[in-house]
């Protein structure tokens, strides 16, 4: 079974520029999670998606956005790059069982390390 | 919001000794799990916890599910070489509205 892919594994961007990231969840499963995980600060909860709706965000501002497609891919922009947003993002799938968050544990890909300068 | 306090934040042993991780929370979870971070790579599950009290083995590893829903453990027994990582703890309060919470990690370091 494939597992979760992210793409690219490094992106380089310059402040005030946009970034997308991609991410495949392992097949049958519907939602995909987004973390941030900078240096030293543990996995920050970004963004869950599932059905292609948007379910739940953290504490992050607007310009962090994202949109799931029908095949249960997802993709997260971030908007007006800061140098603070440098990290690595982890994307990670579950299954869901009658549409509610049951504890399913997430698996993760191994992420793509944003880096900007 | 809810805190999940990890401890320790890193820990340096010798291989073959035990390692004992612990998280707690400040509000009580119905479900919590532990994953172990290698460099460069996602987090991967080593084992997850459903019930209160509940006692979980994969292996050299052994977690417990805090009785009172506020805490759990993470055991390594005889530590080798590959053990080396950040491990997690990450926990779920129950209910359709989603809220997995990580701990800050725990980084080992084992000396051969």
């Known amino acids: 079974e494939a597992g979760v892919t992210q793409s690219p594994t490094h992106l380089i961007k310059t402040r005030g520029q946009q970034a997308t990231l991609r991410c495949s969840p392992i097949s049958g499963h519907t939602s995909v999670y987004w973390y941030q995980q900078a240096l030293g600060l543990g996995l920050q909860f970004l963004l869950w998606y599932d059905e292609g709706e948007e379910r739940n965000r953290g504490n992050f501002p607007p310009r962090f956005s994202g949109r799931q497609f029908p095949n249960y891919s997802s993709e997260l922009n971030v908007n007006a790059l800061e140098l603070e947003d440098s990290a690595l993002y982890l994307c990670?799938?579950?299954?869901?069982?009658?549409?509610?968050?049951?504890?399913?544990?997430?698996?993760f890909g191994n992420g793509t390390r944003l880096t900007v300068t | 919001g809810q805190q999940l306090n990890q401890s320790p934040q890193s820990m340096f042993i010798q291989e073959g000794e035990d390692v004992s991780m612990n998280c707690t929370s400040s509000s009580i979870f119905n479900t919590w799990l532990w994953y172990k971070q290698d460099p460069g790579e996602g987090p991967v599950l080593l084992i997850a916890?459903?019930?209160?009290?509940e006692l979980t083995s994969n292996g050299r590893l052994t977690a417990q599910f805090g009785i009172t829903r506020k805490d759990s453990f993470l055991n390594i027994s005889a530590s080798i070489p590959s053990d080396v990582g950040i491990y997690f703890c990450a926990g779920h309060s129950g209910g359709s509205n989603y809220k997995l919470t990580f701990g800050k990690g725990t980084l080992l370091t084992v000396n051969p």
């Open positions: 990670a799938s579950s299954p869901l069982r009658q549409g509610k968050f049951s504890g399913s544990p997430l698996h």
């Open positions: 916890l459903y019930k209160a009290g």
